[in-house]
């Protein structure tokens, strides 16, 4: 959980981002609600949305463009072998959370440190979420089929 999490007006609700194309239907009103509520983004589009807090993914990237501020959610397998795309960056990234993951699409992980994968990114941020006491998740250009 994000230790020094911002006090915002609903403390209980997160914004969960995917990467639909519905997200540019709404981008003019994001920035208001990246004030108003907690966030979480999956992969790549936090580097659209700059005041994302919480960045999550999955795929072995090589970089995103965030802040040193943007708390990141990462598998720890990425930091245990210098042939990932992604080792360098996460060594370098001092503000992050990292998981082990498995495929399980039953049920949430309880066990932090452990997110449970099912089809999608969004899945293992429903379970961070879960795991951090968000009572409610407000999904914004997540997919569902």
Request: glycine letters at 4%; proline letters at 2%.
């Amino acid at each position: 959980m994000v230790s020094s999490r911002t006090q915002k007006i609903n403390d209980h609700t997160i914004i969960l981002f995917g990467r639909s194309e519905y997200l540019y239907k709404i981008e003019k009103f994001v920035p208001d609600l990246l004030k108003k509520y907690h966030s979480i983004g999956c992969n790549q589009i936090v580097e659209y949305f700059n005041d994302i807090e919480n960045a999550i993914f999955f795929d072995d990237v090589g970089k995103l463009n965030i802040t040193e501020n943007t708390h990141l959610i990462a598998p720890a397998i990425y930091t245990q072998n210098s042939d990932r795309k992604s080792f360098k960056f996460l060594e370098n990234h001092k503000n992050k959370e990292l998981y082990e993951f498995y495929r399980n699409g039953k049920t949430f992980s309880k066990e932090k440190g452990t997110l449970n994968f099912y089809i999608h990114t969004p899945s293992l941020a429903l379970n961070w979420c879960y795991q951090n006491n968000f009572r409610n998740v407000i999904l914004a250009g997540v997919d569902l089929e």
